[in-house]
T-cell receptor, first 113, second 116 residues
Framework: NAGVTQTPKFRVLKTGQSMTLLCAQDMNHEYMYWYRQDPGMGLRLIHYSVGEGTTAKGEVPDGYNVSRLKKQNFLLGLESAAPSQTSVYFC????????????FGDGTRLSIL | AQSVTQPDIHITVSEGASLELRCNYSYGATPYLFWYVQSPGQGLQLLLKYFSGDTLVQGIKGFEAEFKRSQSSFNLRKPSVHWSDAAEYFC??????????????FGQGTILTVHP
């Protein structure tokens, strides 16, 4: 059972380039989340989804777009990468309902030059 | 707005010593509280969670945490630290209500170093 899988694990981009990070979960979870982790700031929520075809903004959504066309996949897009988006990105998922923790992927380390 | 504060950025302990990591939260409704651990280059692993009931909760790897509503705290403890516990620890708070959609607010993290 793979759990939450993020691809790629590492990527270096130039300013202005675009890319998409993929998150896939095989646990049939309804809710999915994208976070960014920066030193001394913990994890901050970028966008989240409560079901297939739905997305919503989190705490730091600017410069990012997301899509949830299939229940198992949650894509995070950077249309025009900026150095301020250099970070480690984590995806998480959890089932609908109370008393459920989030399950995390291993992260994508993204550097924008 | 909800928030989590972990006052200690970095803690160093000797192997075999006891450990307490502090977490203070602010949340306007019934909170759900979590502790996660992150080893270098890895994702976050759930240590323990508190939803309701007994305020002392047991987790994996010998960790426990105590919820104190009057102090808005959820401190993590371990009686005897092992070298393998060296990692970064995150406290998080989320809502119990349906419209919270399980969203979490994380603290800044505490890096634990263990000396042999």
């Amino acid at each position: 059972n793979a759990g939450v899988t993020q691809t790629p694990k590492f990527r270096v981009l130039k300013t202005g380039q675009s890319m998409t990070l993929l998150c896939a979960q095989d646990m049939n979870h309804e809710y999915m989340y994208w976070y960014r982790q920066d030193p001394g700031m913990g994890l901050r929520l970028i966008h989240y989804s409560v079901g297939e075809g739905t997305t919503a903004k989190g705490e730091v959504p600017d410069g990012y777009n997301v899509s949830r066309l299939k229940k198992q996949n949650f894509l995070l897009g950077l249309e025009s990468a900026a150095p301020s988006q250099t970070s480690v990105y984590f995806c998480a998922s959890r089932p609908r309902g109370l008393n459920q923790p989030q399950h995390f992927g291993d992260g994508t380390r993204l550097s924008i030059l | 707005a909800q928030s989590v504060t972990q006052p200690d950025i970095h803690i160093t302990v000797s192997e075999g010593a006891s450990l307490e990591l502090r977490c203070n939260y602010s949340y306007g409704a019934t909170p759900y509280l979590f502790w996660y651990v992150q080893s270098p280059g890895q994702g976050l692993q759930l240590l323990l969670k508190y939803f309701s009931g007994d305020t002392l909760v047991q987790g994996i790897k010998g960790f426990e945490a105590e919820f104190k509503r009057s102090q808005s705290s959820f401190n993590l403890r371990k009686p005897s630290v092992h070298w393998s516990d060296a990692a970064e620890y995150f406290c998080a708070v989320g809502g119990a209500g349906g419209t919270s959609y399980g969203k979490l607010t994380f603290g800044q993290g505490t890096i634990l170093t263990v000396h042999p």
